[in-house]
């Protein structure tokens, strides 16, 4: 499980007055960088593994391009070749649109954004996108099995223009078939829902105590009328490419830390050989049980938000090294977690009576691959498995030079004086806003993930469309829940008794609010986590609207969110929780329906409309993503390893064409 960033963030002192952390701006989206502090501290040894590492986090890109839809790596090809070929006039208006369209499916890896799954409409034409290709040697074009340019154009030209042919690359709509309707391609579109519920219902062992994540790394198709599972792994789909992350991961068991993590890497290198799924389960359980090693690394099929159905799990990587000093806050935490689980405002059926295995850091991550670049999350939590997560517990990050990097880029932009009540709402923000939404972090993946059980015989993918939204709200109040909690101070994570209210304001607003730039106008929320937010903060604004808990005020024509009785308010969280939790552990998936449609689907437009005015008067993007530092290795006379360096000067433009160039191993069509 995953945190996005939910606000703008208050900001740190900077690291260098010389670090520039905005790299590009177009469409919705800044480019930022991030700095990786330590990394020149580490020893030869723990760099070299890092590289290794890295390298391994690049090779899966191009199996997110095709997983989230079957053109994506022809189109992407297309537009490379172009942008890097053409040889007319590359200062007219059409080529800047069809340079920003191209940066746009860098950002979204395909030809949809990456949060709100809409598809791309280009402002360039479909003159200039025929004469273009035209304009090109054809060796350059990727053309497959004796295609034609023709026959290249003719087949991207309406997947490219026509918003009807894949409109959403994960649709989430109510009544709808949710596989024929949505574009990625983790199901041959001639499979149904009712058939992919149908395949894995037969499937599944109702005993089974310690089932496999059914699905997670295979894609479903029909051959002679019959439905199959291809399964990536070397010699399978995406063979070539997972051949190269081995063979990367291979380079990197060898200068691992200690036997432990050696045996992990090991684990998962015959996970991708066999693309068996007890052997993933085993890599998952030694790699939560590897709390020595200083650097850590994710890299496989690992969330499932991409999927319709929460199965399905999208190519992901991140490497990272343990950020000691702020380390402390989260082992604090997972010390206590049997306090928290106990103290939970949930029944006591559906907590863990001993809570297992629970462990939490705080990272500097060193490189963003997969499912976690361009954009990223700020907080991770695994493995998704509960069964393991019962027996052996799970593994917290909070990304803390993410968070800086957000930080940074938020000096000074208005966003708060804009949205924020009055200046007691932006003085909290700005001395406890970074802290809090760094605990809040903490708690929700340490804690909130890990917390509660289900009860015997109730299927982990009981809720359906429904379950990301509903393990994500229950996260984030267990989260909000706490927050507040005397133990909070008793634990020394904040300094007063009044901290807590930035977290809570913030949580507030953009939940009933400000989360809202990110949604197009007419549209409703599709993405689990905004569906989570929204759910929380309307479901609390509704319960307590009598003893006006919360309000949405009125100033000057401008809406605000007002928070009367904070002490209610974690009150709500706590009652809101408990059903959540119930949900969760019962499989009442017409509950979670309930919930999630009722709260956490439609869109205020009136209000929306507001909100958008106000929010493209500051001229801000709402969405960030980031560039990656490029690493070196420095070789002595002798032909050996004296050093890895880091630079941070490749821009956005040059580091995905060189991706491209360096990390494309798969054929056009898989």
């Known amino acids: 499980m995953i945190t996005l960033l939910t606000a703008s963030g208050t900001s740190k002192k900077a690291i260098s007055k010389n670090f520039n952390y905005s790299v590009d701006r177009f469409a919705d989206i800044e480019i930022l960088r991030y700095h990786v502090p330590d990394f020149d501290n580490l020893c030869l040894k723990q760099k070299e593994l890092i590289y290794y590492l890295n390298q391994a986090a690049l090779e899966g890109r191009d199996i997110l391009y095709d997983q989230n839809n079957k053109f994506n790596l022809c189109i992407r090809r297309t537009l490379e070749a172009i942008y890097v070929n053409y040889t007319d006039d590359r200062t007219s208006d059409n080529f800047k649109r069809m340079t920003k369209y191209l940066k746009r499916v860098w950002m979204g890896n395909g030809i949809h954004h990456h949060y709100s799954e809409d598809k791309f409409i280009p402002e360039f034409s479909e003159k200039f996108f025929r004469e273009a290709v035209y304009n090109i040697d054809p060796s350059k074009l990727p053309l497959s099995n004796g295609q034609s340019v023709d026959e290249l154009i003719a087949l ?18 109510e009544g709808v078939d949710l596989i024929q309707t949505s574009a990625n391609n983790y199901y041959d579109k001639s499979v149904t829902q009712e058939e992919v519920e149908s395949f894995y219902v037969k499937m599944k062992k109702t005993a089974d105590r310690t089932p496999i994540s059914y699905g997670l790394n295979s894609k479903l198709v029909k051959e002679n009328g019959k439905i199959v599972e291809k399964i990536y792994k070397i010699g399978g789909l995406y063979g070539p490419a997972i051949s190269c992350i081995v063979g990367w991961l291979e380079k990197a068991e060898k200068v691992a830390e200690n036997e432990k993590q050696k045996d992990v890497i090991n684990t998962l290198i015959n996970f991708y050989k066999t693309g068996n799924l007890r052997t993933y389960d085993d890599y998952s359980i030694k790699w939560v049980e590897d709390l020595d090693s200083n650097v850590d690394f994710i890299n496989g099929f690992t969330e499932t938000y991409a999927d319709p159905l929460g199965m399905k799990g999208s190519w992901e990587s991140i490497v990272n090294f343990k950020n000691k000093e702020a380390t402390k806050r989260t082992e604090i935490i997972s010390t206590n977690a049997q306090w928290f689980e106990d103290h939970s405002p949930v029944d006591t059926r559906f907590k863990k009576e001993k809570v297992k295995g629970v462990s939490a850091k705080v990272i500097t991550v060193a490189m963003l691959g997969g499912d976690c670049y361009p954009a990223t999350p700020i907080g991770i939590n695994l493995p998704n498995s509960n069964w393991i997560r019962h027996e052996y517990g799970s593994k917290s990050v909070t990304i803390e030079n993410i968070t800086d990097a957000y930080d940074q880029a938020s000096l000074g932009n208005g966003f708060n004086e804009e949205f924020m009540w009055c200046e007691t709402e932006r003085e909290l923000a700005k001395k406890y806003g970074s802290l809090t939404n760094n605990l809040h972090t903490d708690l929700h993946e340490c804690l909130g993930h890990g917390s509660g059980k289900l009860l015997q015989g109730v299927d982990s993918d009981a809720l359906k469309a429904y379950g990301s939204t509903i393990e994500e709200a229950r996260a984030d109040l267990f989260g909000l829940y706490f927050m507040s909690d005397p133990k909070i101070l008793e634990l020394k994570l904040l300094p007063n008794a009044e901290a807590f209210k930035a977290e809570y304001y913030t949580f507030m607003m953009n939940g009933l609010m400000t989360q809202l730039t990110r949604i197009q106008p007419g549209k409703n929320i599709e993405e689990a986590h905004m569906r989570n937010r929204q759910l929380i903060a309307s479901w609390v604004y509704e319960k307590g609207k009598s003893d006006q808990v ?71 993007a709402p969405y960030k993503g980031f560039v990656n530092p490029v690493y070196s290795l420095v070789k002595n006379q002798k ?22 160039k360096e990390f494309s191993s798969l054929p056009i069509f898989n």
């Open 156 to 173: 991207l030209e309406p997947i490219i223009f026509d918003p009807t042919i894949f409109p959403k690359r994960t649709n989430q709509a």
């Open 550 to 620: 919360v309000d949405m005020c009125k100033c000057d024509g401008k809406t605000f969110v007002v928070i009367n009785n904070y002490s209610t308010l974690r009150s709500l969280f706590g009652q809101l929780l408990a059903e959540i939790q119930r949900i969760k552990s019962t499989g009442d998936v017409k509950a979670a329906q309930k919930l999630v449609e009722t709260y956490g689907v439609k869109v205020n437009q009136s209000l929306h409309n507001e909100v958008l005015t106000r929010f493209h008067k500051l001229g801000l």
């Open 639 to 660: 032909g050996e390893i004296s050093n890895v360096t880091i630079s941070y000067n490749e821009d956005y433009v040059d580091q995905n064409l060189r991706y491209s």
